[in-house]
T-cell receptor, first 115, second 113 residues
Framework: AQSVAQPEDQVNVAEGNPLTVKCTYS??????LFWYVQYPNRGLQFLLK??????LVKGSYGFEAEFNKSQTSFHLKKPSALVSDSALYFC?????????????FGTGTQLKVEL | DAEITQSPRHKITETGRQVTLACHQT?????MFWYRQDLGHGLRLIHY???????NKGEVSDGYSVSRSNTEDLPLTLESAASSQTSVYFC????????????FGPGTRLTVL
C-alpha cells in the first residue's frame, strides 16, 4: 500500500529566508508525487507534480520540489518565503501501477512565515 | 470558468439522521472523489468514481454511500449520521488518463450532535 509521511506538523521561517517542507513516500514502483496548499476555510489548491524526468519540479507561486528516488523524498522548497505563504501544505502520492487517479495524502504541515 | 461547488457549506444535524452533501463540477471530469479532513489525519478517501454508474469504496467508507447518475454530480450520503462523522468534507475531480491533478471544492463543514 502506498503512504506518505510529513514528519513536521509545523514549520516556522522568517520572511525572506528559504523554506523547506519535508515529505517522504512509500509505493511499489515509481511514484507520481504532488504538493497541494490549503488556505484557511478553503479547499486544496494544486502547487506542482512530479511525473518523470527532471528531479527538480517548478510550480506555482515560486515553489519547487526535489524528487530524490534513493531517499524516497519529495521536499517542497522556496528560496525566499513570504508571509502570504503561511498555510497548510499537503504532499500526496499515486502509485503508477494501480491505475486510476487515487491519491494518498500526508497529514499536512502548517507553514508559518513571520516578519 | 469551470468550477467545482459543494453544498451546503455548513451543516448541523443530529445523530441518526440521513444527510446528503452535494458536489457539482463543470470541468466535465470523469473522476470524482470524496475526502474527509480531520486534525492529525490529513485527508482520507471516502468514495470515488471513475465515471457514470461507477462507484468505489475508499479507506473510510463505512457509514457513507455515493451514486453517480451523471458526469457532473457525486452526492455523498451519510445513512445514519454519527458524532464520529463530524468533519470537513471535500469533493474533488480530475480528468482521466495521465496523472492529472485533482481540483477541490471549497468543503462542507458537518457537525453531528
Amino acid at each position: 500500500a502506498q503512504s506518505v509521511a510529513q514528519p513536521e506538523d509545523q514549520v516556522n521561517v522568517a520572511e525572506g529566508n528559504p523554506l523547506t517542507v519535508k515529505c517522504t513516500y512509500s509505493v511499489s514502483g515509481n511514484p507520481y508525487l504532488f504538493w497541494y496548499v490549503q488556505y484557511p476555510n478553503r479547499g486544496l489548491q494544486f502547487l506542482l507534480k512530479y511525473i518523470t524526468g527532471d528531479n527538480l519540479v517548478k510550480g506555482s507561486y515560486g515553489f519547487e520540489a526535489e524528487f530524490n528516488k534513493s531517499q524516497t523524498s519529495f521536499h517542497l522548497k522556496k528560496p525566499s518565503a513570504l508571509v502570504s505563504d503561511s498555510a497548510l501544505y499537503f504532499c500526496a502520492v499515486r502509485d503508477r501501477t494501480g491505475g486510476g487517479n487515487k491519491l494518498t495524502f500526508g497529514t499536512g504541515t502548517q507553514l508559518k512565515v513571520e516578519l | 470558468d469551470a468550477e467545482i461547488t459543494q453544498s451546503p457549506r455548513h451543516k448541523i444535524t443530529e445523530t441518526g439522521r440521513q444527510v446528503t452533501l452535494a458536489c457539482h463540477q463543470t470541468w466535465n471530469h470523469n473522476n470524482m472523489f470524496w475526502y474527509r479532513q480531520d486534525l492529525g489525519h490529513g485527508l482520507r478517501l471516502i468514495h470515488y468514481s471513475y465515471g457514470v454508474q461507477d462507484t468505489n469504496k475508499g479507506e473510510v467508507s463505512d457509514g457513507y454511500s455515493v451514486s453517480r447518475s451523471n458526469t457532473e454530480d457525486l452526492p455523498l450520503t451519510l445513512e445514519s449520521a454519527a458524532s464520529s462523522q463530524t468533519s470537513v468534507y471535500f469533493c474533488a475531480s480530475s480528468a482521466s488518463g495521465s496523472p492529472n491533478e485533482q481540483f477541490f471544492g471549497p468543503g462542507t463543514r458537518l457537525t453531528v450532535l
